[in-house]
């Protein structure tokens, strides 16, 4: 995206858009632990960059006074009956019930109190909630019964990028994708490269999109930062095969169709640009993007 100023809370606003666009739940980002993710994925996330979470289960019947005689047979019911609390939590999250979300992890945390995905869960909450400080009493939490659990260090990454200190948010993105197991490394790499262009590094951010598409060709942030980076550098072959390739792999937003637009007006394809003008005024027309096309504000 940009070098300026501005651009990386213009940067942020566009993966977060895009998460939520494209159904990505949580910090495009996050993910919310089952085992995250994103940042947020989606509402989007956002921001939620993604949110990825178990639909609500069904709640678990009381359990019978008397514990198994097995003490490792007990502490594997414990660690279900946490996991369905932490399921429902991740529901009620999704659908922005932040305080039936917590009760839910309230009542996880009573039967297993060292569960870090549930800690990390409530990190996410809270981020959204906009306490940070208790946000980040939960990530550290969560790391430090699971310190090499990647959803939680992208997670955690995420909130440390959205409250301005992308260099320590880039640490963890760059500790999550350790684990050769890890199971989504695009996300952190995507991640990585929104908070590099918070950093004004444009350099480091191409070569985070490039990795986090080489691992995953259909990831929609790093088809877009791509785009825009090409764009603004004219390098308009590679601009317009991202723009085009997000906009044949997803449903539209405001934001892809402004990406192809600018990019196929500098390429000089009339016909595109008008064909995709009138969708953008059609399906968003009170989006900021359909109100710099009516001002001709193309950014050239």
């Given at each position: 995206m940009r070098a300026a100023a501005s651009a990386p809370r213009s940067a942020l606003r566009v993966a977060v858009a895009l998460c939520v666009a494209l159904g990505w739940l949580v910090a495009g980002c996050t993910s919310v632990q089952e085992s995250a993710q994103p940042v947020r994925d989606a509402r989007s996330a956002d921001g939620r960059n993604a949110v990825r979470?178990?639909?609500?289960?069904?709640?678990?019947?009381?359990?019978?006074?008397?514990?198994?005689?097995?003490?490792?047979?007990?502490?594997?019911?414990?660690?279900?009956?946490?996991?369905?609390?932490?399921?429902?939590?991740?529901?009620?999250?999704?659908?922005?019930?932040?305080?039936?979300?917590?009760?839910?992890?309230?009542?996880?945390?009573?039967?297993?109190?060292?569960?870090?995905?549930?800690?990390?869960?409530?990190?996410?909450?809270?981020?959204?909630?906009?306490?940070?400080?208790?946000?980040?009493?939960?990530?550290?939490?969560?790391?430090?019964?699971?310190?090499?659990?990647?959803?939680?260090?992208?997670?955690?990454?995420?909130?440390?990028?959205?409250?301005?200190?992308?260099?320590?948010?880039?640490?963890?993105f760059q500790a999550a994708l350790r684990n050769p197991l890890y199971a989504t490394p695009a996300r952190p790499l995507h991640n990585a490269g929104v908070c590099a262009l918070r950093l004004g590094d444009t350099e480091a951010a191409e070569g985070y999109f490039q990795r986090s598409f080489q691992v995953d060709p259909r990831n929609p942030v790093a088809m877009y930062h791509l785009g825009e980076i090409?764009?603004?550098?004219?390098?308009?072959?590679?601009?317009?095969?991202?723009?085009?390739?997000?906009?044949?792999?997803?449903?539209?937003?405001?934001?892809?169709?402004?990406?192809?637009?600018r990019v196929d007006r500098r390429v000089g394809d009339r016909d595109s640009v008008a064909s995709l003008s009138s969708q953008l005024r059609r399906q968003f027309p009170t989006s900021r993007e359909a109100s710099l096309l009516q001002r001709g504000a193309f950014g050239d």
């Open positions: 979470a178990t639909p609500p289960a069904p709640r678990a019947e009381p359990r019978a006074p008397d514990r198994p005689a097995d003490p490792s047979r007990a502490e594997a019911d414990d660690r279900r009956r946490a996991q369905i609390r932490l399921e429902l939590a991740a529901g009620f999250y999704q659908q922005a019930n932040y305080a039936q979300a917590l009760e839910e992890l309230r009542a996880a945390f009573a039967v297993d109190p060292n569960f870090a995905a549930a800690h990390g869960l409530q990190g996410l909450v809270f981020m959204d909630l906009g306490d940070r400080v208790r946000a980040e009493e939960a990530f550290r939490r969560a790391l430090s019964i699971a310190p090499e659990d990647s959803e939680i260090l992208n997670n955690y990454g995420w909130f440390l990028c959205q409250t301005e200190r992308p260099r320590e948010g880039i640490a963890q090409y764009l603004k550098r004219n390098d308009l072959d590679r601009a317009r095969f991202h723009s085009q390739r997000l906009l044949s792999s997803y449903p539209p937003s405001a934001e892809t169709l402004w990406l192809a637009i």
